[in-house]
């Protein structure tokens, strides 16, 4: 069921919600996270920006302060002709970049 929350913020309640029942995903489920997707209504819902990739937090999913993980720099993560060119990349959906395969060949 989808929530009013806006781009950037995710609630797990349901409904119309007034700003203040909607948290910013970088305050309070993935670090440095500005984005989130439809529905608004879990911390997985916050993505990061083209160009960063999502790296989760060890299992169980939350360090103390409840953050699931934190948006990186894809050069910092990922190796050289890896494609970060989307929003809501993390390591589970890394695609290797056509650019790098074309050249290996």
């Not at 950037?8 to 309640?13: D, I, K, P, Q």
């Not at 995903?25 to 996270?33: L, M, P, R, T």
């Not at 529905?39 to 302060?65: A, H, M, Q, T």
């Not at 409840?66 to 989307?86: H, L, P, V």
């Amino acid at each position: 069921m989808y929530n009013d929350c806006a781009e950037g913020t995710w609630s797990n309640s349901t409904g119309s919600l007034t700003r203040y029942e909607c948290m910013p995903c970088y305050d309070s489920a993935v670090k440095f996270s500005f984005l989130s997707l439809t529905p608004f209504d879990s911390k997985e819902s916050c993505i990061c920006r083209e160009g960063e990739i999502l790296v989760e937090y060890d299992e169980g999913g939350n360090d103390e302060s409840g953050f699931i993980g934190e948006c990186k720099a894809c050069e910092e993560i990922s190796e050289e002709g890896s494609d970060c060119n989307r929003r809501g990349v993390n390591l589970n959906n890394l695609k290797v970049s056509e650019r790098r395969v074309c050249k290996e060949r």
